[in-house]
C-alpha cells in the first residue's frame, strides 16, 4: 500500500460532567478558590468530564475503539495492529494497549503506547501510518485515552481547572488513495521541568511528586510558536497551501493557543474546530475526542484536508496533514 487512511472514528467520554460552577464549588469546600469567569476567560474551558475511581484509561478507550471499529464497518478481530497514545495508564506495565487487546476480544496482533503526553495521539498516527506503509500493518486502531484527574493537585488552583478525563480513536487502514500526507515531529527534552509529573514508583512506594506540575505561562509562549512550524512543515512537505485546509483539529488546551494558532496560519476561525469548552484538556485524548465530535456533527466530510497537531510535556510537538 502506498498510503493509509482513517475510515472510522468513536469518542467517550466519562459521564460524570462538572461545569466550572460545580468545580469551583468543590474547590471551596477544600479551600481553593476560583471562578468560573477566570476559567473561560484564561482557557475557553466550560465543563469537563471525570471518570468514577474505579475507571482506568483501558475502560474509557473501550468504548471509544468500538465506535471507531464500528464506523469503519469491520471486525475487532481485523484490527492487526493497536496504538494507545496515554500519559496514565491503568498500570506501570503492561500497556493499556494490550489491556484494551484482551478487551476487545483480539489476540496476537502487537499493541503498545506511546508516550508523548499532549502530542501523543500525532505521535501514535504516525507510527501507525509508518508501520502500515511499511507493510507490517493493514488496519491499526490508534486510540488515545487519558484520566488526568488522578494525577491533578487539587490544592492547585493554576492546573486542577485545566484538565479532564476522556478517549478518542480512529481506524486507520492501508489504502492506495491519499489519506495521511505528512507528518512533521518534535521533542526538545530540555523542557521536561515546564510541564511534568515528577515521581516514579520505587522499592514499594512513589518516590517523588506524583502530580502534574506546570509552569502556565511558559507553555504557552513556547506553544504557539512550534505549533505553527509543524503546521507549515507538514504543508511544505505534502505540496500544499494552508489555503487548502478544510479544517484545524489542534490539541484543545486553551482556546487562546488555538486561536493564535489559527491566526499564525491565517485561517479563519470557522475552520477551527472546538470541543476544548466542553472537554477541557484531554491530553493525549483531546484531538481524536475533537475529530470525533466534528464528524458525527457534520462538519468534518470525506475527502476534506485536516491538519491535526499537539504539544505537550516532553516538550513535544507534531502535526499530521491529512485527507479524511
Ligand atoms: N482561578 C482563579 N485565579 C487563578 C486561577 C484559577 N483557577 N489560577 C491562577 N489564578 C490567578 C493566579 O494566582 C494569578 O493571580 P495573581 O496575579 O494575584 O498572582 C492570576 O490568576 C494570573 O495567573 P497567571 O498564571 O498569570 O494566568 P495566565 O493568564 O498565564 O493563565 C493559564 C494561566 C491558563 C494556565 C495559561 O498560562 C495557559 O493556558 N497556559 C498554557 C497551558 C497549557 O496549555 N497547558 C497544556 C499543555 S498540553 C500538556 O502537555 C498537558
Redesign the pocket.
Same mark, same amino acid.
Given at each position: 500500500p502506498t498510503y493509509s487512511r482513517i475510515t472510522g472514528t468513536g469518542s467517550y467520554l466519562p459521564p460524570r460532567r462538572l461545569s466550572n460552577a460545580d468545580l469551583a464549588a468543590e474547590l471551596a469546600a477544600k479551600g481553593v478558590?476560583?471562578?468560573d469567569e477566570?476559567?473561560v476567560e484564561?482557557?475557553g474551558i466550560r465543563a469537563r468530564h471525570f471518570a468514577a475511581p474505579d475507571v482506568n484509561c483501558s475502560d474509557l478507550a473501550v468504548p471509544a475503539a468500538q465506535a471507531a471499529i464500528e464506523a469503519a464497518g469491520i471486525a475487532p478481530q481485523q484490527i492487526d495492529l493497536i496504538i494507545v497514545a496515554t500519559s496514565t495508564p491503568d498500570m506501570v506495565f503492561p500497556s493499556a494497549a494490550a489491556i484494551l487487546q484482551h478487551k476487545l476480544g483480539i489476540a496476537g496482533c502487537p499493541a503498545f503506547d506511546v508516550q508523548a #503526553?499532549?502530542?501523543g495521539f500525532v505521535y501514535a498516527l504516525t507510527v501507525a501510518d509508518a508501520m502500515i506503509r511499511a507493510g507490517n500493518a493493514t488496519r491499526a486502531l490508534v486510540v488515545g485515552s487519558e484520566v488526568f484527574s488522578r494525577i491533578l493537585d487539587f490544592s492547585d488552583?493554576?492546573?486542577c481547572?485545566?484538565?479532564g478525563d476522556g478517549a478518542g480513536a480512529v481506524v486507520l487502514e492501508a489504502s492506495e488513495t491519499p489519506g495521511i500526507l505528512a507528518s512533521d515531529l518534535h521533542a526538545d527534552g530540555k523542557h521536561v521541568g515546564i510541564?511534568c509529573v515528577p515521581g516514579h514508583v520505587s522499592g514499594g512506594a512513589v518516590l517523588g511528586d506524583p502530580l502534574?506540575k506546570?509552569d502556565?505561562?511558559a #507553555?504557552?509562549k513556547l506553544?504557539v510558536g512550534v505549533l505553527e512550524d509543524a503546521a507549515r512543515a507538514t504543508l511544505a512537505k505534502a505540496g500544499k497551501t494552508q489555503d487548502q485546509i478544510d479544517w484545524l483539529i489542534p490539541?484543545q488546551?486553551?482556546i487562546?493557543?488555538m486561536q493564535s494558532t489559527a491566526k499564525r496560519l491565517k485561517l479563519p476561525l470557522d475552520k477551527l474546530v472546538v470541543t476544548v469548552d466542553q472537554h477541557g484538556?484531554t491530553?493525549a485524548a483531546s484531538i481524536p475526542l475533537a475529530l470525533d465530535h466534528a464528524v458525527r456533527q457534520g462538519q468534518v466530510k470525506k475527502g476534506d484536508l485536516l491538519m491535526l497537531e499537539g504539544?505537550?510535556?516532553g516538550f513535544t510537538w507534531g502535526a499530521v496533514l491529512l485527507n479524511f
Open positions: 478558590e476560583t471562578s477566570w476559567i484564561r482557557t #503526553v499532549c502530542s488552583r493554576t492546573t481547572v485545566l484538565f510541564l502534574l506546570m502556565g505561562q #507553555v504557552f506553544a490539541h488546551a486553551n487562546r493557543i484538556n491530553s504539544v505537550g510535556g
